[in-house]
């Protein structure tokens, strides 16, 4: 027992392999089938490898707790350095299908804790990845998450699979084989997400496949279309032009060595029609819009984004097919528009009774409203609108299906349950947002970063083909997902707000809290939000009760929610971050440290010099809220090439902060006591971090840990007027 303190000190407060855990987490953004983020999109998700990691060392003592096993610092190293090392061997994604690994892991586990393991509390889980990587370490989550996607993702990761784990599929033909022979795991849930989702696409496409046509070819053959290219449009401010410019940053094709290609843009009295090249030269004009405005193809008239957004608010903006992309043999075939594709598409219907809700009005993420698209559906063609309200009905029907082929009511709502998140990624690959990539030849999905920027020229994908944003490509990704889950023991997931949040017991607290301002997860969510209620409401009706997903507790600070009132907004952030984990430092057992990551730019700008807003705002309600640092950890857990990281500073490193209670005797110093102490405790810390041997990039951050722990234990650090 460490008696300065009171408490055992945790592995977590002592030493981390940070380099194994930073290398994986970083190679992990990289992993795509099987991984359980391809389950459903969420933004700026924890790594698995750190969250495993960290989970691992917040519940083992460290070795200089125990003096009378480890009596010197020499044994204290070797214990520690075993249990180091055993974290390096379960970072990596590889070591997920290691059995005998995971076994030794929880003997572990169960050596120090007992039979009876404790909770893992998660009142923010967003993305789900906390409480997957309990599971996989043997142990039952509590989660929650104000957002009920947020909410519904987790549960599909930790709550719905448990049940089914080593049993066979239901549908016909299948369930003759004995589970122990092949349908270890989830195996025979995936294989039913797969045989259903067929289903779903004969019969949508029996409903909708006429607008989907195929696209015959300069030698008379019918070939499937990948996409449809389109290009927005508006009327030239010239009055002695104008013509229907088309706006368009590139007209490229491929870029791809030996099968170039791109668009030739022709005037035609007032329009302007499209031809095809393959010149590998490339075309004259890059685009017509670039980041000071557009210019009219006709008469080389610039055209202002004022003009622009005039006439998009007034409902003018139009759309024009660009060109068509086809299955050829083995290659990609390029074609003109086709008029009859055109009219078709454009005389296709939006469908009555669809979900929708207004947009964002923040303009760092939500700039469509600025060009008329002010709701949701507006995101969206009506083609894309009628075939996503297809695929969800009939997703509807899956529940009956299963039922009718011997699976029970449970098990239908956990079937439907995946292939709803199949149409939640068709429809991440189904909007007026998307792009064509020229690089890879393929449809790039919407949320490219966590925003809804406008896009000039946008891919209408085809969900039949087999190319990137079909159904059944959905469905697979979804299948692959469940296959590598854990699948037990299985977790509890809620939705609801942290201060509210309610365990049966004393809990262990790990959690990754929204970032002050930088991401709005509501809004962005509502995306998704609409088609999955649309989808699984009658499978999840309490977390699809409301018409969007709530905002007003919301926990971030968004001054466009607030009249525009930053001071307001970082008001409402920290006395609502300050109430959360005063509630969930009162959950606590005070047997182990509660661990919070936290991801914060790493400066801003201030009248008086460099700032951190959200990392200040951050620790100061956490101190307020009674708890006292005792680690940081600095973890690189997102990608230096990540859009947002290229055009900001936004999210550059994650902090996990090692946390416990405050004594409600905690003192109260001044400030030459506290620097009394500081330096009389640092240099020991900093030492035994340099020992460990830690990056250099690492070190700064890390001993910023210490330096905290000392601030934080005192009730008080007044100056020396007192205040």
């Known amino acids: 027992m460490a008696a300065d303190h009171g408490f055992r000190r945790k592995l977590i407060e002592v030493m981390l392999p940070l380099e194994a855990i930073d290398r994986e987490a970083s190679r992990e953004k990289s992993l795509r089938h099987g991984h359980p983020s391809t389950l459903h999109l969420w933004w700026s998700r924890k790594p698995l490898a750190a969250c495993r990691a960290v989970l691992f060392a917040q519940l083992l003592d460290d ?9 010197d610092p020499e044994s204290q190293d070797a ?113 039913d997400i797969r045989h259903y989702g067929a289903w779903v696409a004969s019969e949508a496409r029996a409903r909708i496949g006429h607008l989907y046509p195929d696209v015959r070819a300069a030698d008379g053959e019918h070939l499937t279309v990948i996409a449809w290219l389109w290009v927005r449009t508006v009327t030239c401010p010239n009055p002695a032009c104008r013509a229907i410019a088309p706006l368009t940053s590139s007209f490229w094709l491929s870029k791809k060595k030996g099968g170039e290609a791109w668009v030739k843009p022709v005037v035609d009295g007032r329009r302007v029609r499209f031809e095809i090249s393959h010149d590998p030269a490339g075309p004259p004009l890059d685009g017509t819009v670039n980041r000071r405005g557009a210019t009219c193809v006709r008469c080389s008239t610039p055209i202002p984004f004022a003009h622009v957004r005039a006439e998009g608010t007034a409902g003018r903006l139009g759309a024009q097919l660009l060109a068509i992309v086809a299955e050829g043999n083995r290659r990609r075939v390029y074609l003109p528009p086709d008029p009859g594709h055109e009219k078709l598409a454009l005389q296709v219907s939006r469908p009555e009774d669809l979900p929708n809700g207004p947009l964002s009005s923040n303009p760092r993420n939500f700039n469509t409203p600025l060009y008329g698209l002010t709701t949701y559906l507006d995101l969206f063609t009506n083609r894309q609108l009628v075939a996503l309200s297809t695929f969800s009905d009939v997703v509807r029907e899956v529940r009956g299906k299963v039922v009718a082929d011997g699976g029970k009511p449970e098990y239908a709502d956990a079937v439907t349950t995946y292939l709803g998140f199949a149409v939640s990624r068709l429809a991440d690959y189904s909007s007026a947002l998307c792009s064509w990539n020229i690089s890879r030849i393929m449809l790039r999905n919407t949320f490219a970063r966590q925003a809804l920027p406008m896009v000039w020229d946008f891919a209408e994908g085809n969900p039949f083909s087999d190319s990137s944003g079909n159904w059944l490509g959905a469905v697979e990704w979804v299948a692959e997902a469940v296959e590598e889950l854990p699948g037990k023991p299985g977790g509890t997931v809620v939705c609801g707000d942290a201060a509210e949040f309610c365990a049966p017991a004393p809990v262990v607290v790990c959690t990754d809290p929204p970032y002050f301002d930088n991401i709005g997860y509501a809004n962005l969510a509502d995306y998704f939000y609409l088609w999955l209620r649309r989808t699984l409401a009658d499978v999840h009706p309490n977390l699809f009760a409301t018409m969007l997903t709530p905002k007003a ?45 936290y991801a914060f730019k790493q400066s801003e700008q201030a009248a008086d010099g460099v700032t951190s807003t959200g990392w200040e705002t951050m620790l100061g309600a956490l101190l307020r809220a009674g708890l ?96």
Not at 63 to 71: D, I, L, R
Not at 695 to 712: E, K, N, R, T, Y
């Open 63 to 71: 070795p200089s707790a125990h003096p009378e096993k480890f009596p």
């Open 79 to 191: 214990e520690r350095k075993r249990l180091l090392t055993l974290i390096e061997r379960m970072v990596p994604w590889e070591a997920n299908r290691d059995t005998r690994l995971w076994e030794e892991v929880r003997d572990e586990l169960r050596t120090q804790l007992g039979e009876q393991l404790p909770l893992i509390a998660d009142p923010f889980c967003g993305g789900g990845s906390i409480p997957l990587e309990a599971v996989r370490l043997g142990l039952a989550p509590l989660a929650g998450d104000l957002n009920p996607v947020a909410a519904l993702i987790t549960k599909g990761l930790v709550g719905v699979p448990a049940p089914f784990v080593d049993r066979p599929p239901v549908h016909p033909g299948e369930g003759s084989l004995p589970a122990a022979e092949g349908w270890r795991g989830l195996k025979g849930l995936a294989e």
């Open 553 to 597: 507790a919301e926990l971030v600070a968004d001054p466009y929610r607030l009249g525009g009132d930053k001071a307001a907004a970082r008001k409402f952030f920290e006395e609502n971050f300050e109430r959360a984990f005063r509630h969930l430092a009162q959950l606590a057992d005070p047997r182990f440290p509660l661990v919070v990551f």
């Open 628 to 723: 006292m640092i005792t680690a940081t950890w600095p973890l690189r857990t997102e990608r230096a090439n990540r859009p947002n990281a290229q055009e900001s500073n936004a999210l550059a490193s994650s902090v996990a902060l090692v946390c416990r209670p405050r004594p409600p005797v905690a003192e109260v110093t001044d400030r030459r006591g506290f620097l009394t102490a500081l330096h009389a405790e640092l240099p020991r810390r900093v030492r035994e971090l340099q020992a460990a041997s830690l990056p250099p990039a690492d070190l700064p951050q890390s001993a910023i840990g210490p330096g905290i722990a000392v601030f934080s234990r005192y009730a008080k650090v007044l100056e020396s007027d007192g205040s």
